[in-house]
Nanobody, 125 residues
Framework: QVQLVESGGGLVQTGGSLRLSCAAS????????MGWFRQAPGKEREFVAA????????YYGDFVTGRFTISRDNAKNAVYLQMTSLKAEDTAVYYC??????????????????WGRGTQVSVSS
């Protein structure tokens, strides 16, 4: 079982940047696809980004439009989400999760497991 802990959230102004981290423990994530999701109050959990086991493939939600970058460091058992040009609508709790799927284009939360507790990102306009 993998335990995931997200960090790096906070309050930033519109146009600002944040780097989220997801630290894994319990087992290596090197054989797992990793993803970031977010959930705003009153809304469903939304796919943000995914990265393949070797980091050779990445995939992003349509709303990202080049503003976010997902990366991973298997040696450190960690995944990251660099977010730039943040907008008020990016305000949400951000979660990382693991998946055994073989394609980063599978974006349904139901295909992911071992969720962390999330980190709050708040963007003020």
């Amino acid at each position: 079982q993998v335990q995931l802990v997200e960090s790096g959230g906070g309050l930033v102004q519109t146009g600002g940047s944040l780097r989220l981290s997801c630290a894994a423990s319990g087992r290596s994530i090197s054989t797992l696809q990793m993803g970031w999701f977010r959930q705003a109050p009153g809304k469903e959990r939304e796919f943000v980004a995914a990265i393949s086991r070797s980091a050779s493939s990445t995939y992003y939600g349509d709303f990202v439009t080049g503003r976010f970058t997902i990366s991973r460091d298997n040696a450190k058992n960690a995944v990251y989400l660099q977010m730039t040009s943040l907008k008020a609508e990016d305000t949400a709790v951000y979660y990382c999760a693991t998946s055994t799927t073989v394609s980063v284009t599978y974006t349904s939360p139901s295909l992911y497991s071992n969720w962390g507790r999330g980190t709050q990102v708040s963007v003020s306009s």
